[in-house]
């Protein structure tokens, strides 16, 4: 079974909206933690923010917020006031258990595109 | 401010070529960690470095080996390369586990052909 599944290939959001990308999560660890990381076409790797799981509020880093739904294991990352800049392939990611800080399972990945 | 560097970012090889990807990271973080991207794909985990002098398999090891030179240096071979490993291999470093903000540093990556 799938650990982490985005269920978007491909999004479409006019510039200066407001776009959620969506994450769903499979584990049966109660400590765990969610990441979003950024892929421009340049291709590295930009980490955009996290949400551990005893966190009762949702995480926000600037124009990123994650809604963290536990019950429903989703983490999906809203984007709000989107930029031409934001075009890029976004990925969801978790770490499972306490001490495994830096061993990720990925989703696929979400291409965004961004319309001026 | 150079973070987790890379080294080649380009490579082609023969099947049944060796070659070895450096990784550096100045950070002065303990874990260390090699991921492949293969097209259209997230990222799995290679090998993982959670301090000098111990290396474990990720998810996905076979053809690959690992060496923690020391603190700073991680790096990834592969003794006989195979058109499977082609992909983009990414070297990452983390910071120690704290009670808000985990974050994962990665390097640029290396782009990696086997013909």
């Known amino acids: 079974a799938q650990k982490i599944t985005q269920t978007q290939p491909g999004m479409f959001v006019q510039e200066k909206e407001a776009v959620t990308l969506d994450c769903t999560y499979d584990t049966s660890d109660q400590s765990y933690g969610l990441f979003w990381y950024k892929q421009p076409s340049s291709g590295e790797m930009i980490f955009l923010i996290y949400?551990?799981?005893?966190?009762?509020q949702n995480a926000t880093e600037g124009r990123y917020s994650l809604n963290f739904q536990k019950a429903r294991k989703s983490a999906n990352l809203v984007i709000s006031a989107s930029q031409l800049g934001d075009s890029a392939m976004y990925f969801c990611?978790?770490?499972?258990?306490?001490?495994?800080?830096?061993?990720?399972?990925f989703g696929q990945g979400t291409t965004l595109q961004v319309k001026p | 401010n150079a973070g987790v560097t890379q080294t080649p970012k380009f490579q082609v090889l023969k099947t049944g070529q060796s070659m070895t990807l450096q990784c550096a990271q100045d950070?002065?973080?303990?874990?260390m960690y090699w991921y492949r991207q293969d097209p259209g794909m997230g990222l799995r985990l290679i090998y993982y470095s959670a301090s000098e002098g111990t290396t474990d398999k990720g998810e996905v090891p076979n053809g690959y080996n690992v060496s923690r030179l020391n603190k700073r240096e991680f790096s990834l071979r592969l003794e006989s390369a195979a058109p499977s490993q082609t992909s983009v291999y990414f070297c990452?470093?983390?910071?120690?586990?704290?009670?808000?903000?985990?974050?994962?540093?990665f390097g640029s990556g290396t782009q990696l052909s086997v013909l």
């Open positions: 949400q551990g799981s005893y966190d009762e």
């Open positions: 950070m002065n973080h303990n874990s």
């Open positions: 990611a978790m770490r499972e258990g306490r001490d495994n800080t830096g061993k990720l399972i």
């Open positions: 990452a470093s983390s910071e120690p586990p704290g009670p808000t903000n985990e974050k994962l540093f």
